[in-house]
């Protein structure tokens, strides 16, 4: 006992310092963002060193294609860096595959094999602008790597085997490296993230959904729906994350998705209420539908909370039971005058649906937390832009076109190195909004990058030459900041061409060549590379916002086309969650066109509730409880709209028509037949209205 109390002071000193040496080890000093920034710099800086001493072990040649393989492959978010290093691994093989064709078929025809690797770029390009996350890596990979392992057999064509072998392996050691550092080393947290997101999301999907029934002002729910809009989209990407790195999520993948495409169904019928008061003036309800729509007002208002504290199974019981009051109302058998029953029935019908879906999505979170049960039937489909990807493939091709004349014109020792750059950037950024500014912020990162590669070179290199351990010292003091700065948002693009760039001129080989005339030759490479990448964004084509505004509203007329006449009828959730990314993307670029970005998003919302409309007249069509004359005038409607790109204002014309027919026709004496008359009478009655406010989608071709 005695002892006890003689040592505890000294004890009390050790805990005092561990106390205020742990919170130093944790980085707490640092803000979150840095902490994060940091910690992925130190794992991914430790991957690529450990990338360059196995291709050294191996004697492999240019070694360090190996860890500038880890720092394309690495990504702040762990699930990223296992999705993106799977990708990259299949692209690269196709890559260096078709490197080795193009070097067999036109080894003694330059100027056919620039026309080649040309054709296979663009070619590249076209498919990673119409395929979604890290797939769409796979096809600009496939693209590079080609010209990374063709162009420098060029003139010994009889080494493209022992150059293919050696680039691939130096890509295949970098992204193991990368994966498995990720594996060890970094916090799996996407499963959590994504779980938290997803519930949180249901929350804000009620919220907005209670908005067309609290009469809140539309400014605010444009500025509302924007953000969630943004957030529903984006989950996609998260959940694809989630499922790369945790099993355990990987098998309620879909499910999640699912809850997505439930979730943008909810908003889809939250604007068709809004819609109603919009078009058709303020909705006046009877006494006992108003206490109705007061009570689904906090019936979704409780669903927040009911996330919050992680009680969502008696949220989906208030669901339930509301839902079966709400099929008991029959404003069909009040005897009120035929428009203001259209109304009624309209407006239980939308309520209905919003509560369905959202009935829906609350069960797919519970889901969520159980074994597998499943995969769900629906399924998202995101907006694709065929005419950017046909753009940005003939950019690529004619950048790489034009930097092919360049080298054979000048033969250039280091066009090579040149042409490599050129198909880099115009496949990386092909995808990218703005595709000129991150070419800009690439060229500055590299010309940083070379700059201070001279100075590392001849003046740290030389000392540490044959000592692995301090040069890998040496390049993380560099190398870790830049790693840092291409984790922050705002300096990402920057960072990351700083960091490869930089890795790319130092060059580091065993043994070191220190020859300055080579250094000097590769960098203008780089650089001049970069520059004819860039050019190409800014020359070729340059980016419209009015023709990609035209374009849009031809896909989307495309779309009512498609809606009216494919065999079977599209899935809804298909067409919703496309229109909702297709708002999504134009709405930041809306202001560049001189459209206000609510009336943009309006107009895309409208469009929206249209489509909506021809599917519903579809399947008020396949019940069989239309008479036949009704039945063959919503036929004929939904043909015309089967030509609705090119003949837009007939489809106008006949749904105006088959608005007046049906309000001069008697109503049906049976009762489910008069329910699905006056839907088909108020569902036309809709689509007229939008003609009426959006004379824009009336334009020609």
């Known amino acids: ?300 208002m409780d669903i927040p909370p009911a996330v919050a504290k992680d009680e969502l199974p008696h949220a989906l019981a208030h669901l339930q039971d509301f839902r079966r009051r709400l099929a008991a109302q029959h404003p069909e058998q009040s005897g009120d005058a035929i428009p203001s029953v259209i109304r009624q029935r309209l407006f239980l019908d939308h309520l209905d649906d919003l509560l369905r879906h959202m009935e829906n999505a609350v069960l797919d979170s519970m889901a969520l937390d159980g074994p597998w049960a499943g995969d769900p039937p629906q399924q998202l489909n995101f907006h694709r832009d065929h005419r950017l990807a046909w753009i940005n493939a003939l950019r690529a091709f004619v950048a790489v076109i034009a930097a092919g004349a360049f080298w054979i014109a000048t033969a250039w020792s280091s066009g090579a190195s040149m042409m490599i750059f050129v198909a880099v950037i115009c496949s990386l950024f092909s995808s990218l909004p703005r595709p000129e500014l991150a070419g800009s912020l690439f060229f500055w990162g590299t010309f940083v990058g070379s700059i201070i590669a001279f100075p590392f070179i001849y003046g740290i290199m030389q000392k540490v030459d044959g000592m692995f351990v301090p040069l890998a010292l040496a390049l993380g003091l560099v190398m870790i900041p830049s790693a840092m700065l291409s984790a922050l948002p705002k300096t990402n693009i920057f960072g990351f061409a700083f960091t490869v760039n930089f890795f790319a001129a130092v060059a580091p080989l065993n043994p070191m060549n220190y020859n300055v005339v080579t250094f000097l030759n590769n960098t203008i490479a780089l650089n001049v590379g970069v520059i004819f990448g860039s050019l190409a964004y800014i020359l070729i084509l340059p980016s419209d916002p009015l023709a990609a505004d035209r374009y849009v509203r031809y896909r989307i007329r495309r779309g009512f086309e498609i809606l009216a006449q494919h065999e079977p009828p599209p899935p809804a959730a298909a067409w919703k969650s496309r229109m909702f990314d297709r708002v999504n993307r134009l709405y930041q670029s809306a202001e560049a066109i001189g459209v206000e970005r609510n009336v943009w998003m309006e107009r895309g919302l409208r469009a929206l509730h249209f489509g909506n409309g021809v599917l519903r007249l579809r399947a008020l069509l396949a019940t069989g409880k239309l008479g036949k004359e009704t039945a063959r005038m919503v036929q004929s409607i939904l043909d015309s709209i089967g030509w609705f790109t090119e003949c837009p204002r007939v489809a106008c014309q006949f749904v105006k028509s088959g608005v007046e027919i049906l309000q001069h026709s008697a109503l049906p004496e049976e009762p489910e037949a008069k329910i699905t008359f006056l839907r088909t009478l108020g569902t036309l009655q809709e689509m007229d209205q939008f003609f009426e406010r959006h004379p824009i989608y009336l334009e020609a071709k």
């Open 1 to 300: 006992m005695l002892a006890q109390l003689k040592l505890s002071p000294v004890w009390r000193v050790g805990e005092e310092f561990l106390q205020s040496f742990i919170p130093f080890v944790r980085l707490e000093f640092l803000s979150p963002t840095l902490r994060a920034a940091l910690i992925y710099a130190i794992r991914t800086w430790f991957a690529g060193i450990l990338a360059l001493y196995i291709a050294f072990f191996c004697q492999l040649e240019s070694p360090y294609w190996a860890p500038i393989a880890t720092w394309i492959a690495s990504l702040p978010i762990p699930g990223m860096t296992i999705s993106k290093g799977m990708y990259r691994i299949v692209g690269s093989m196709i890559g260096t595959l078709m490197g080795v064709v193009l070097i067999a078929l036109f080894a003694q025809t330059p100027n056919l094999f620039i026309l080649g690797l040309a054709l296979w770029v663009g070619g590249c390009t076209l498919c990673a602008n119409l395929m979604t996350n890290f797939r769409a890596y796979a096809s600009v990979l496939a693209g590079y790597t080609t010209a990374i392992v063709a162009l420098p057999t060029i003139p010994h064509p009889n080494h493209i085997f022992d150059v293919a072998m050696a680039r691939g392996s130096c890509t295949i050691i970098g992204i193991v490296c990368a994966v498995v550092v990720t594996r060890l080393f970094a916090l799996h947290q996407a499963r959590e993230q994504v779980l938290l997101k997803l519930k949180s999301v249901i929350g804000d999907t009620a919220r907005r959904a209670s908005f067309p029934l609290t009469g809140i002002p539309v400014e605010d729910i444009y500025a509302f729906a924007y953000k969630l809009l943004a957030d529903l989209i984006n989950l996609d990407t998260q959940i694809e994350y989630a499922a790369a790195e945790s099993a355990t999520f990987r098998i309620h993948a879909n499910r999640a998705r699912d809850q997505v495409s439930e979730l943008f169904e909810v908003v889809s019928g939250a604007r068709a209420i809004r819609a109603m008061e919009d078009e058709g003036g303020k909705l006046v309800l009877p006494d006992h539908l108003s206490k109705l729509r007061d009570e689904a007002i906090e019936v979704l």
